[in-house]
């Protein structure tokens, strides 16, 4: 499984951005997706979670309520719509794959990752 995230960018707090991972692959719609970040000098940390459905979703208590991860198992893509965008949410966001239906919180859980997306917030 391929992933290429795009979207990132620069915008203002309070600003909105819509990041986009496509998957390769015909098997998109048996994995689980999630979304992690890592800013500069800290460790990648779980932003998002979603199941193989879409039915399932979950997110960190630092985003709840501000970001919404999504799919579209159609296109093979997995969203994270971020609103209300603050200075500490700037980072590297990576979309990840898991081998399983069920969504998972930790790095070592997923087995395929993108390049990472860039999004920087300005105050």
């Known amino acids: 499984v391929q992933l290429v995230e795009s979207g990132g960018g620069s915008v203002q707090a309070g600003g909105s951005l819509r990041l986009s991972c496509v998957a390769s692959?015909?098997?998109?719609?048996?994995?689980?997706m999630g979304w992690f970040r890592q800013a500069p000098g800290k460790e990648r940390v779980f932003v998002a979670a979603i199941n193989w459905s879409g039915g399932s979703t979950f997110y960190s208590d630092s985003v709840k309520g501000r970001f919404t991860i999504s799919r579209d198992n159609a296109k093979n893509t997995v969203y994270l719509q971020m609103n209300s965008l603050k200075p500490e949410d700037m980072a590297v966001y990576y979309c990840?794959?898991?081998?399983?239906?069920?969504?998972?919180?930790?790095?070592?859980?997923?087995?395929?990752w993108g390049q990472g997306t860039l999004v920087t917030v300005s105050s």
């Open positions: 990840a794959a898991r081998a399983s239906r069920w969504s998972a919180s930790f790095v070592n859980e997923y087995d395929y």
């Open positions: 692959g015909r098997a998109f719609s048996t994995y689980a």
